[in-house]
Structures are given as structure tokens and as C-alpha cells.
């Protein structure tokens, strides 16, 4: 079942265990108690909870032993390591003795890395948006000692966290088989529903109703005065972006091509994006695009890099190339490692513990770095005109395009541009000194995702990003292939994690495209062993699932997997292995692909923003 897609069952949770709950706490044996597991994880986000009274295990068949010997709970805690409430919860609940007290005595208390878990996170995101109505990080959700989600939150300040928490053991104590009762029926009721295909084989004109019910989807959801989507958290969406790209090449319209430059120039200009830096932020909290929430993700940076080439081609805009390459540029300077890989994520946090500190200015600041003509034009253009954004400073954004400005300050354009050049190099040199926090694991999938833009960069934008491209594309075909399986992530040189669908089918993606655009006939046979291995892995005959297992009873696949924030991976990896394919003239291999296209179609249109790389990919079946 798509998360899109809400279950009136499972919504009986809210009133169950949240709603006025007044019997008086009650106690539940003692166990011998746990120990703190994660000092010294190799998830830099896990290592820093390593200190936390609450006694944190690593998710494992142990936990769940555990709290059936213990008859005891299980809550599970997601986040990773560049998320701003992740920090403040860990602060405010995690640090408290008291709070620590109540976990522990009701429940098994599991942290997991979101980005190591993929799979189990998205289900307890399933499952806190389908009964609570939104979800995000930190995420808080209490399953029964069976494995079945009992009670899902985000951030809560500790009074409320630890009322919660005392209202759930008073009715552990008194009502478990209701409890146990309900929670198996939200779980049951969280199994995607049994759909059939009609048979039906792609063609031409239901390729193109598709593409008119996705455009006209996201105008009717798309915010055609501010951009994007969204009422107020605005984020990029990257996959859609990149399916509304696709049809606008294919079937171009005025009213969408307004749209699409509209929501790329404000992502590139206003605050989603490093004015100083390059890079983009994950997402935005208002709706003009002016404050981020200032952690950057690989994931993103790699994504919209994509969406600029992609969108510099549609449109014709040298801008929007610019875009991307400032963006890669970005990626190579900060984000890369020895090995020629990635890292995760930039926290959001500084050293100081003051979102978004690292990137803000204070008047004082500014005037003693820039000259008075460059502090004229930083003001105007960058938007330092009024009291600051931000309790902790300016957050500069670009509000004025260079020729009004230049106009403005009675100076030629070019006098102008070079002007801010020279201030953004101060200004960068000035915040090299500053502290920024990272997450140095090396992700598979992301690194996947990066490798298929640059290898994009090399062949329309600019030849040397193939260095980059060649150097990536070795990394993860010698140290995170083996052979026969890959590995999901790499830390102080060891590999670890949970391998899961994204990573076979991001991999898979980048190589081929390396392959593509280097004619490299063994990145080809890596791009297919790696692809194929992902299908046998993580599709049978009743679908697909992100994880082999997720040690939870939950078995469920479905014909189609959605885009979220990142592309839909059953179809990345179908898309995959079609270009494979017909490079390889496998004619075999085309049959079974062409197999798997008989798409729900009704799923599709139904909700079509919600699969727009499952109709990019029916597109390309028909190329």
C-alpha cells in the first residue's frame, strides 16, 4: 500500500493508546537491565546516543527475544545524525534520567539509523502517518513484544513524551490483550491489498493519458504562485521533478513549462539553496522558499543536480547548467572522501549546537569582512536590508536578480558580478573556520545516485566531472561489490548495514550510466550483475519490498513501489536493466522487463505524482 493511501482501521490506534488516558501508572516487573550498545557505533549518528542513560540496543532478533522473555515493549527510535529535532530530543528526553527511568521500564529501547534501516523506517513512517496524519524525524513509535506498532510520534518535549509514556505503561499493565488486540489489527491492517494486473501491455496513447494526468496532478497540487509543493514545508521532490521534466520534453505545454521554471528558479535562488557555498539544503519551512532547515543530504544535492542538467536540456537555460555544476562543484570540495566517495550528510547544527550557525551572518560580522562596496551589494542582493531572519543571524539568499541590482547601486552588471564574487570568497574563506559537524558514512545507494549525475555532467555539461564519475564508480564496484553481493555502507574502513533495494537499484544506475558514457564494457557486466542480483533479492512473484527482512512479521509487497523523496527503486532498477539490455541486445532479458511493465494502471492513475519514474520508466519502454 502506497503511504498516500490512508486506512480508515488503522486510525482506531489514535483513540486507543493516545486518547485521554487516565489510569494511574503501573509498575511492570524488573528485568536485569541492559546496557547501552551503542558507544562507539560505526553509525557516527548511533555513536552519539552511545552516552544516553537510556539503555539503547542495537535493532537485532535479540531485541525482540528480549521483550517477549520480558513480556516488555519495544520502542524504536529513528533519526540520523544531520536532523535538528533529532539533537533537541536527544537534549531534552534521552539525556534525562528520569525519562530514561520510564523507557526502560516499559520497553526494549531500540535506536536505528534511518539511513541504515530504509526499509523498517518507512514502515514505522507508514504507520505513524496512518495514524497520526503526518511523520517525520525524530520518529517514536511503540510496537508489542509480537512486533506489531502499537503507538507512533515525532518530536515531543519531555513533559509530554514522558506523559505519553506513563499513560502506555498504565495500560500495559491493566489492558494488554486489548492493546495486543488492536495493535495486531492496525498491523493487519497496514498489509497492502491483493491486486491483479489486467494483462494489458504499454502502449503509445495510455503512456500519454498517463503523462496528462501527472501533469495535470501536479498543477492542481503544484503552488503555481510560490512554486513547488506544498502549503507550508516546501521540499524538492526531486523524482517528480524529474517526471514532469520528462513529460514536458515529450509532450510540452505552456501552463507546465511556466511551472517547472518557476519552482527551479526559486529552489535555486531563494533560501532552499547555499548562496555562498553551493549545495542545497533538504527542505524549506515556509512557503516563498527563504528558510531552510539546514542540514544537506547527499541524496538531495545528488538529485537536483540531475533535475538542473535535466532541466538546462528541456529549457534551454545556461542557468540552470550552471545550477548543476555549482552544485557538483559543491559535492567534490566538501562531501568527498579519500576514497573517492561520498559522505552522507552536513548536520544542520554547528559545533555550538545552534541550527544553521555555520551559515549565518550577523550585521557586525559582514561589515568587518566586506568592503563598503561589497557590503552595498551583499545588503541589496543577498537580502540584508531588514532585522535578520533568523535569532541567530542573517541567512543569506539571492532576492534581486544582478541587472536590477546593478542598476540599483548605478554600477555596470559586470563591475557588479565580480563585485559579489569577491564577497562570496571572503565569506566562504571566513566560514572555512567555523565547525561543522558531519556523517561520514558512505552510503551505497546515494553514492549510486550521485554516480549517475556526474557521469550525466561529463557528457552534457563539462568533461572534467568524468574524473570524479571513474574514481566514484571504482569505489563502489571494488570496495562495495564483492561479486555477488553488495555492501550497504562503509565506515572507518569497515562495511556494515542492511542491505536494501535502493542500494541494488541505485547502484545498478550509476554503473550503467558510468558505462554509457565511458563505453566501458566490464562496468556493463558489473551494472547487470548488480542489477539482476537486486531483482532475485527483493522481487518474487507477489513483488517487491525494500528489505529481505525486516525481523518484524511483516511480509508485504506490492506490484509497484512509490516515489517518496527518493525515486521509486523498483522502478529505477526496472529502468536499469532495460538499458542494460539493450545494450547487451538481450532479447530475453527485454521479454521479462516488458513482463513486469503491466503496471496497475489504475494505481497509476489514480495517483500519478506518486509514480512519475514507474510512467518516465513506460516512457522508455516504448523508446
Known amino acids: ?57 542495537d535493532w537485532g532478533e535479540a531485541v525482540i527475544e528480549r521483550a517477549q522473555q520480558d513480556n516488555k515493549l519495544i520502542f524504536i527510535s529513528s533519526g540520523y545524525f544531520s536532523c535538528h ?3 533537541v530530543m536527544q537534549r531534552e528526553s534521552y539525556s534525562n534520567q528520569g525519562i530514561a527511568n520510564q523507557i526502560q521500564q516499559l520497553a526494549i529501547p531500540v535506536k536505528i539509523d534511518r539511513e541504515l534501516q530504509p526499509a523498517l523506517d518507512a514502515w514505522l513512517i507508514d504507520f505513524t502517518e496512518r495514524t497520526t496524519g503526518q511523520a517525520g524525524w525524530p520518529l517514536n513509535v511503540f510496537l508489542t513484544p509480537d512486533g506489531h506498532p502499537l503507538a507512533g510520534m515525532t518530536y515531543l518535549p519531555p513533559a509530554n513524551f514522558s506523559a505519553v509514556i506513563s499513560k502506555l505503561q498504565a495500560r500495559w499493565a491493566n489492558e494488554e490483550d486489548f492493546l495486543r488486540q488492536s495493535a495486531l489489527n492496525a498491523f493487519q491492517a497496514m498489509k497492502p491489498e491483493k ?22 496532478q501536479a498543477l492542481q497540487v503544484g503552488d503555481e504562485i510560490e512554486g513547488g509543493f506544498g502549503e507550508q514545508n516546501k521540499f524538492p521532490m526531486s523524482p517528480q521533478l524529474l517526471g514532469l521534466l520528462d513529460i514536458q520534453q515529450r509532450y510540452p505545454t505552456e501552463r507546465l513549462a511556466v511551472f517547472l521554471q518557476h ?34 543530504m547527499l541524496y538531495d544535492n545528488a538529485l537536483l543536480a540531475r533535475v538542473y542538467l ?29 576514497n573517492g566517495a561520498y559522505i552522507a550528510s552536513l548536520s544542520a547544527v554547528d559545533d555550538k549546537d545552534v541550527e544553521g550557525g555555520y551559515y549565518l551572518w550577523s550585521k557586525q560580522e559582514l561589515e568587518k569582512l566586506l568592503d563598503k562596496k561589497e557590503m552595498a551589494a551583499v545588503t541589496l542582493v543577498w537580502d540584508v536590508q531588514d532585522a535578520p531572519d533568523l535569532e541567530d543571524g542573517y541567512h543569506l539568499k539571492r532576492v534581486i536578480d544582478n541587472k536590477a541590482a546593478a542598476a540599483a547601486l548605478g554600477v555596470a552588471e559586470k563591475e557588479l558580478v565580480s563585485t559579489l564574487a569577491e564577497a562570496r570568497r571572503k565569506l566562504l574563506q571566513a566560514r572555512s573556520q567555523r565547525i561543522l559537524p558531519q556523517d561520514d558514512k558512505i552510503l551505497a545507494g546515494w553514492n549510486g545516485l550521485l ?17 570524479a564519475a571513474d574514481a566514484l564508480y571504482q569505489f563502489l564496484a571494488t570496495r562495495l561489490w564483492d561479486g555477488t553481493q553488495l555492501h ?42 548488480i542489477a539482476r542480483a537486486g531483482l532475485a533479492r527483493f522481487n518474487n512473484s507477489n513483488g517487491w519490498q525494500l528489505s529481505e527482512r525486516l525481523l518484524i512479521p511483516y511480509d508485504a509487497r506490492e506490484p509497484i513501489l512509490a516515489d517518496n523523496t527518493l525515486p ?31 503496471a496497475d494502471y489504475d494505481e497509476l492513475a489514480a495517483s500519478p505524482l506518486w509514480y512519475a519514474s514507474h510512467i518516465s520508466l513506460l516512457f522508455k519502454s516504448l523508446d
Open 310 to 338: 535535466r532541466g538546462a536540456k528541456v529549457f534551454n537555460r545556461a542557468d540552470y547548467l550552471r545550477t548543476a555544476t555549482t552544485t557538483l562543484d559543491f559535492l567534490i570540495r566538501v562531501m568527498r572522501s579519500e
Open 195 to 216: 491486486r491483479t494486473h489486467s494483462g494489458a501491455v504499454p502502449h503509445k496513447e495510455s503512456n500519454q493519458r498517463l503523462a496528462d494526468y501527472l501533469a495535470t
Open 568 to 598: 521509486s527503486s523498483s522502478a529505477v532498477l526496472l529502468a536499469s536493466l532495460l538499458k542494460i539490455a539493450r545494450h547487451n541486445e538481450d532479447a530475453a532479458m527485454k521479454k521479462t522487463i516488458n513482463g513486469y511493465l503491466n
Open 1 to 57: 500500500m502506497s503511504r498516500h493511501r490512508i486506512k480508515a482501521k488503522a486510525n482506531l490506534l489514535v483513540a486507543i493508546v493516545l486518547a485521554a488516558l487516565v489510569l494511574p501508572a503501573a509498575g511492570i516487573s524488573a528485568t536485569t537491565p541492559l546496557a547501552n550498545q551503542l558507544k562507539d557505533h560505526a553509525s557516527p549518528y548511533l555513536a552519539l546516543h552511545g552516552n544516553d542513560p537510556v539503555p539503547w540496543q
Open 488 to 529: 550497504r555502507f562503509l565506515h572507518a574502513g569497515k562495511t556494515s548495514g542492511r542491505v536494501s533495494l535502493e542500494d541494488y537499484a541505485y547502484v545498478a544506475q550509476g554503473i550503467a550510466s558510468w558505462a554509457d558514457y565511458a563505453n566501458d564494457e566490464t562496468a556493463w557486466t558489473i551494472a547487470d550483475k
Open 85 to 87: 529535532w533529532c539533537h
Open 451 to 467: 554516480l549517475t549525475s556526474l557521469s550525466e555532467a561529463a557528457a552534457s555539461a563539462d568533461k572534467h566531472y568524468a574524473e
Open 263 to 296: 519552482t527551479l528558479d526559486q529552489m535555486a535562488n531563494l533560501g532552499l539553496n547555499d548562496v555562498i557555498g553551493g549545495g542545497f539544503y533538504r527542505y524549506v519551512i515556509d512557503p516563498s522558499w527563504d528558510i531552510p532547515h539546514f542540514e544537506k
